[in-house]
Structures are given as C-alpha cells and as structure tokens.
C-alpha cells in the first residue's frame, strides 16, 4: 500500500501537469501577442501546436508502450515535458516558444496515452474503478486550476514564470515515478515498431486536426477542400495496411472486441457533447442571457468542480453496479442538464443556472469513470498501452469534432440563438451515447470490473 499511494502521486503530478498546460497558457494569450509581437490569430497556435503534438503521436507512443514497457514511456513523456519547459520559460521569440510548446505537446502524449494503463498496473484489478475515478478527479482539478493558477501567477510576475512552476513539479514527478512505478506484466515480445506507421498515424490525425481548424476558421475551399481530399486518401491508405497487421498502432483488434467498440462510441458521443457544450456556453450566457464575463467564468466552474466529488464516487460504484449501467445513467443525466441549460431564459435565477451545470457535470463524472474502466480491463494486458491510447484519442477526436460543430452552426446562425441549437444538438449526442452504453449490458463485462455480491 505506501509503494501504491506514492505511485498514485506521481501519475496525479504527472497527468496534472499535462491538463493544466492545456489551459494555463489561454489566459495569457493577449499578453504574450504583445510581448512577443505578433498577431492575437498567431498567438493562438502556442494552444494549437500543443494539441496538435499530442493528437499526432499519442497512439504511437501508447503502441511503444506495449513493446518497451509503460514506465520508460512515462518517464520519456515527463522528461520531454519538463525539458520543454525549461525551453518556453527561457523563449525570448514566438518561433522558439512555438517549438518548445510542440515539444512538451509530445511529452503531454507520451504521458497521457498511457495513464489509465499505469493506473491498471498500480491498482488491484477489483479496484480499478477507484483508480479510474481518482484519474477523473486529477484531471477536473487540473481543469479547475489552470485559469487561477494562470491569473495568480501573471498578477506577480511575467508569462515565462507559467512554464516555471513546471520545473519543480516535473522534477518531483520523475523521481516518484523511476522509484515507484510499475510496468508491464507482459509485453508483446518478437516484434518491433514499425515507424512507418507512426508517421502515417501521425499524418492522418494531424490532417484531421487541421482540417477541423479550418473548418472552424471559415478558411475557403479553395484551401480546405485540398486537405480533406489528402486525408481521405492518407486515411484510406493508412487503415487498409493497419486492417492487415496482428497488432496495429490503430487498435483494429481491439475494436472488434464488441464491449471495447461500443465503450469507443460512447466515449466519442460525450466528448464530442461536452466540448462543443463548453464552447457554447459562455456565448449563451453572456449573449442570451446578459451575464457578465467575469460572472460566466464563475457560472462555468460548476461543472468541473461537481466531477471532483462524483468522479471518486463512480469509481467506486463500478465495483457494485454493472459500467453499462452507470455510464448510460449518466449520459442521460448529463442529456437532461443540456436541455435543461438550453431552456434557460435571461430572468432565471442564478441557482436554476448553476443546477443545470451541475447536472450536466454529475452525468459527465458518472460516464467517464466507469467508461474508462471497461476500455482499459477489456484489453489483454499485452495490449494495455494501445487500449490507454485508444481512450486519450477518443476524448480528442470528440473534442476537436465538439469545437467544429459549433463552428458550423455558428455560421448558419447568430452566436445567441446558435448557442441554443448547440446545447440542444450536445444533449442529443449525450443521449446516442447513453444508448450505445446501455447496449454493452447484454455483452460480459471483463472478469476486473464484473460487480462484486455482498
């Protein structure tokens, strides 16, 4: 058990750092523009180039994983992130704070494909759950931090000191994690990576991203239509050769696992739901219903802040009630609170808009740990890295499809009124993965997340 909780600290420093540099950096946008002398759209792409890293080689390392072992991954991802940190915080140009960003981009994905998998590693297999709720836990306090943390820190001292507040953190997490963490109990043995792969991957899903960004953008056809024609001919090619290999780093064999696939379409239904929710809402709270600004970020804390509660306790429920269940509950849950957000009118009072928020939070925290849970425990354990992978690329195709959605229907109407249709749309989403959910209860669950009688 004291090997155990100091393992635990070191996943929670590590997979922390990753979440709150996805968001610590927003806050200080307009100021490192300024600093740094170029345009606000440019700045944009110190956020841009982070998620593009991760999203492009997030199942490579996840598929490494399986071959090298999870711990030496693990500590390449919190030695490139903190290495990178150390770059931003001496960056003196936007290019060099560009590349440092990628960099630690790389080492988020190194970290982050393969947390849930070192949580499997870390917890008895009846505990899983626990481990997973814990995960949901670190990660919504991350979320919750990164604005404050980010306000505090620039209220005292200049952006580069951001990154700085990395370098003692990621210190700590290396030592924790080469001291106490475990690795594989069984890896794939005979086989090498093939990198070929990884660049195709890598390829494809920075593609995807791209075009999604254009999307979102508004950039004309004449440029976008070439990158979508490229992607589908990349991902055609990319998904024919992966089809016809044993262990791919796109997890084809573990896709035809019936539970695993159907926990992949629930994952992307709520993702996708609950960022183009977020997007969404701060435009419906200010321009329909005349919130101020410092109001909606207060307003919108409610949802994140919910899940460090109920996260823990849908972990642990997972031991005593089906993850089918749980996750379908709490899709339909988190349904019912967009609809409700969606019905709001400028005179409600605060507590029926707080209530909706923490109602779509509750019912996130609900699908989340339990869904993770049958990902990862529905994989044989040779395969436990590309099941981890396969989980962080899910949340980020659905998340970057949820922003591209509102971008669309922003375009066909106002940001008020299509805020409305988004929060609709988000419920409905919420309610298709509650039903691919529900029909994983005919399926067996894996022997580790089976509830226990008594």
Sequence with gaps: MPRRLWAILAVAFGVGLSVLDS??????????????GVSESSSIWVVNGYQLATVMTMLSFSALANQVGVRRIYLLGLSLFTLASLGCFLARDFASLLAARVLQGVGAAAITSINTTVIRFIYPSDRLGRGMGLN????????????????????????????????????VAILLSARFLPDNPERMQGRRFDWRDGVMNALC?????????????????????????????????FVRSQL??????????????????????TSICSYVAQMS???????F?????????????????AWPLVTIFTA?????????????????????????????????VPDDPTAKVVGALLLSGVGFSFFQSPNNSILVASAPPSRSGSASGMQGTARLVGQTSGAALVAALFRLYAPAEGSVVVLSAAAALALLGAGFSFSRLRLPLPEAIRPKRG
């Design 205 to 237: 899903f920075g593609l995807l991203f791209t075009v999604a960004e254009a999307f979102t953008r508004g950039v004309s056809l004449s440029l976008s239509l070439p990158l979508l024609l490229l992607l589908l001919v990349a991902g055609r090619l």
């Design 277 to 283: 929710a977020l997007v969404a809402l701060p435009f």
């Design 312 to 344: 823990p306790l849908a972990g642990r429920l997972v031991e005593r009630i089906h993850a089918g269940w749980l996750g379908g509950v709490g899709l339909l849950t988190m349904a019912l609170g967009l609809y409700f957000c969606s019905r709001l």
């Design 285 to 301: 709270l200010q321009q329909g219903l005349g919130r101020s600004a410092v109001d909606t970020g207060l307003l919108m804390m």
């Design 136 to 171: 949901a836990t670190i990660v919504a306090v991350a979320s919750v931090a990164g604005p404050g943390v980010a306000s505090l820190i620039l209220s005292m001292a200049d952006w580069p000191w951001l990154f700085a507040i990395n370098l003692p953190i990621g210190l």
């Design 23 to 36: 968001t610590i950096v927003n806050v200080a946008l307009p100021t490192i523009a300024g600093e740094l």
């Design 244 to 265: 016809r290999k044993e262990n791919p780093i796109l997890p084809f064999d573990l896709l035809r696992i019936p539970i695993f696939s159907f926990s992949v379409a």
